[in-house]
């Protein structure tokens, strides 16, 4: 069965909303990075919400086809979630409405390597609560932004994890993957 791994930039106060406005003017990539990114991109789907979904498809299909990343995002298979969308008109992209846990547990038990969920917060959020999301995968930015649409909305289901790995890069940011472990109690 295939993994379902959130993959997420996300700062220290919990914002992973739009990271062009904070991660790259405040020199938070760096090329040390780019090969942990591209593991996580070993993927051969991706399952991407309405925003994150319309924001990349206006922007990776004009990028340099010299760039492997570019040539990779515009040929993998990608599965959109949407109840607003009726045309996906960037390559390789299926719609997925309805029953959205049942086709992604479907798209589980396809055989392949993991699929890949950056990004789409409101998805991911949904998919925690159907018990799907297999791994989280946290790039975690030494930034603090005050504002902004956080990862995990109040309310979410109690959950244990477990820290399956840890990463460290100069710059100060921090991979942490975690996978979750079970129901948590909560007081």
């Known amino acids: 069965m295939r993994k379902l791994i959130a993959s997420e930039f996300i700062t220290l106060d919990g914002v992973m909303e739009d990271?062009?406005?904070?991660?790259?003017?405040?020199?938070?990539?760096?090329?040390?990075?780019?090969?942990?990114?591209?593991?996580?991109?070993?993927?051969?789907?991706?399952?991407?919400?309405?925003?994150?979904?319309?924001?990349?498809?206006?922007?990776?299909?004009?990028?340099?086809?010299?760039?492997?990343?570019?040539?990779?995002?515009?040929?993998?298979?990608?599965?959109?979630?949407?109840?607003?969308?009726?045309?996906?008109?960037?390559?390789?992209?299926?719609?997925?409405?309805?029953?959205?846990?049942?086709?992604?547990?479907?798209l589980k038990g396809e055989s392949g390597r993991h699929i890949l969920l950056p990004g789409s917060a409101t998805l991911v959020n949904s998919l925690h609560r159907a018990g799907l999301i297999d791994e989280y995968q946290l790039f975690v930015h030494p930034i603090l932004v005050g504002r902004g649409k956080r990862l995990f909305k109040d309310g979410i289901d109690p959950t244990l994890l477990t820290l399956a790995g840890t990463r460290t890069f100069d710059n100060g940011v921090v991979v942490l993957t975690y996978r979750p472990k079970g129901r948590a109690v909560v007081e």
């Open 19 to 106: 990271p062009g406005k904070w991660q790259l003017k405040n020199n938070l990539f760096d090329e040390a990075m780019g090969p942990v990114v591209g593991e996580a991109y070993a993927a051969d789907a991706l399952l991407l919400g309405r925003v994150t979904y319309q924001e990349w498809a206006e922007f990776w299909p004009k990028q340099s086809a010299e760039d492997p990343f570019t040539v990779l995002l515009n040929d993998i298979p990608k599965f959109v979630v949407s109840t607003t969308l009726k045309r996906l008109d960037w390559a390789n992209s299926r719609l997925i409405q309805g029953d959205v846990a049942g086709e992604v547990n479907k």
